[in-house]
């Protein structure tokens, strides 16, 4: 009652094995969803902001992804000092600036 005999196991199987494509369609289907929606808008985003990064001059005024505000008086390879208020002021690392403010965004923020 239990047991199945062999001719009638070996016959249940009629498709036979999954093709080498239909076995590896999903999980390269899963790859290209990942690289579209995930890979390749951070490598955009990394590439704007590298660009953004060596576009900055003297006398811009920026924020940094801390939140300060300030403009820019002195640049080197990998720093920035930022004039943030009068006679004050800080170094920051150049990739920790997270965007350039349009001009007289300080002098609007400080009437504010």
């Not at 060596?54 to 820019?72: H, N, P, Y």
Request: cysteine-free.
């Amino acid at each position: 009652m239990f047991f199945i005999s062999d001719a009638m196991a070996q016959s249940g199987a009629a498709g036979g094995e999954p093709s080498l494509l239909a076995t590896f369609l999903p999980l390269l289907l899963i790859f290209a969803v990942m690289y579209f929606l995930l890979i390749r808008p951070q490598i955009k985003r990394q590439k704007e902001h590298k660009k953004l990064i060596e576009s900055i001059e003297k006398g811009d005024e920026v924020a940094t992804t801390g939140g300060l505000l300030g403009r820019v008086i002195g640049l080197g390879d990998s720093l920035v000092v930022l004039e943030i208020a009068d006679n004050t002021t800080v170094v920051v690392q150049r990739f920790a600036i997270a965007s350039v403010m349009p001009k007289g965004t300080i002098k609007d923020a400080r009437e504010a």
